[in-house]
């Protein structure tokens, strides 16, 4: 029988970055030959594109954090950017992934968001593709991976979904109030650490 083997796991900051491939809002997995499904026991995910110094400045940052506490580890989540043609544009991909439930229970993760002034907003806001952020995260390794698992996201740029097309419609009941969003932000407010 295999048992996980963890290491500690130490609190670090992300740099800005762009935000592809996310899976904010409902726990995914991977099927193979099916894609992502959602599943109450898969992964919040999100990659972060990093501009070249920046990514390699954290890269460095990354490793001697490794080194100062004992992290061992042989496979790492990030790769470089390529663009549609296979060639690379000198930017690099990291994979932030965290559990879609908070430990040990099967509530459903809430994952603190703010915003570049450090003040929470609502935890229902959709961080999308083209988004600038930046994350705190813990660094540790599983079974040989070093594994970047995201705690909290702070919005740099929000990129808004497209809603080109949706005019206003005379029926229906449904209409988003910004005071209510106000008092949800206020709701959700949690720790502002960044």
């Known amino acids: 029988m295999n048992k996980k083997k963890y290491s500690k796991a130490v609190r670090m900051m992300s740099p800005v970055g762009v935000v592809i491939n996310a899976h904010l809002k409902e726990p995914m997995v991977f099927i193979k030959g099916d894609g992502w499904r959602p599943d109450a026991k898969g992964k919040l995910s999100f990659r972060l594109v990093v501009e070249k110094d920046a990514a390699e400045a954290f890269i460095k940052d990354i490793r001697s954090t490794m080194k100062e506490n004992d992290i061992a580890s042989k496979n790492f989540p990030w790769t470089a950017q390529t663009d549609e043609n296979g060639d690379e544009t000198g930017n690099i991909l990291f994979s932030f992934k965290t559990f879609g439930t ?70 229906g009941s449904f209409v988003f109030d910004m005071e209510t969003a106000g008092d949800a932000a206020q709701a959700d407010a949690g720790s502002t650490d960044f």
């Open 102 to 171: 908070e430990f040990g229970s099967s509530e459903k993760k809430k994952i603190l968001y703010v915003d570049s002034a450090g003040i929470p907003v609502p935890s229902d806001v959709t961080v999308t593709a083209g988004s600038k952020v930046r994350t705190r995260f813990l660094l540790t390794d599983s079974n040989d991976y070093l594994q970047l698992r995201f705690e909290a996201i702070q919005i740099v740029d929000l990129k808004e979904a497209d809603v080109e097309g949706f005019d206003a419609l005379e029926e």
